[in-house]
């Protein structure tokens, strides 16, 4: 009985934690893809551009790591998008606080 309820818990728990994941890509593609002032194009701009150099340097170093150690370069399709997308959120909070918009 105990293990069902933490399975259930479990399961709620990542479903809630997709659902973020959701939401986060769907605020990353919606402030991409809606036109603004001049502003607004600057500070999405700047998260972009700050989120292409953490998603590279992620990858490089993983390829220096992997090369490194010698083991096989395998990698996550989701965790990566993730990962761009809460970089993303975050650098564009950043950004729309620090330029007003």
């Not at 933490?6 to 990353?28: C, E, K, Q, R, Y």
């Not at 919606?30 to 972009?48: F, M, N, Y």
């Not at 010698?70 to 997308?85: C, D, I, R, Y």
Request: hydrophobic content about 50%; overall charge neutral; glycine content about 8%.
């Amino acid at each position: 009985m105990e293990q069902t309820e933490t399975s259930l818990g479990a399961m709620i728990f990542l479903m809630a934690v997709l659902l973020l994941f959701a939401v986060l890509d769907g605020i990353m593609l919606c402030s991409l893809l809606r036109p603004g002032d001049e502003r607004g194009q600057i500070v999405v701009w700047k998260a972009s551009a700050f989120t292409l150099l953490a998603t590279v340097g992620s990858h490089l170093l993983t390829v220096v790591t992997s090369f490194v150690r010698g083991a096989s370069m395998a990698t996550n399709s989701l965790v990566q998008l993730e990962a761009a997308a809460i970089i993303y959120c975050l650098s564009l909070l950043y950004y729309r606080r620090r330029h007003g918009g």
